[in-house]
């Protein structure tokens, strides 16, 4: 091979832009999953805040009926 093929091969693979749309989609891929752990750590915490409000509210009924 000569070495001016190699260069216009060399060329040609860094002037291709067939690998730039896996890129593009693997950042926002990354971006939205981001955003989706994010809303499950907000919901997670709302939905425990949540539960230990209903937890206490049952413990605070079963000391008062245990007391009636």
């Known amino acids: 091979m000569s070495k ?3 260069a216009s091969g060399w060329r040609a693979f860094l002037k291709d832009e067939g ?3 896996l890129a593009e989609f693997a ?3 990354s971006a939205f999953s981001i955003l989706a752990m994010g809303a499950f ?3 997670s915490a ?3 805040g949540q ?3 209903q937890q206490t509210s049952l413990n ?3 000391v008062n009926a245990d007391t009636l």
Do not use: F, R
């Open 41 to 43: 750590a907000i919901i």
């Open 19 to 21: 690998g730039q749309e």
């Open 27 to 29: 950042l926002v891929l």
């Open 51 to 53: 539960l230990n409000s």
């Open 46 to 48: 709302i939905a425990s």
């Open 60 to 62: 605070n009924a079963a």
């Open 4 to 6: 001016s093929l190699i």
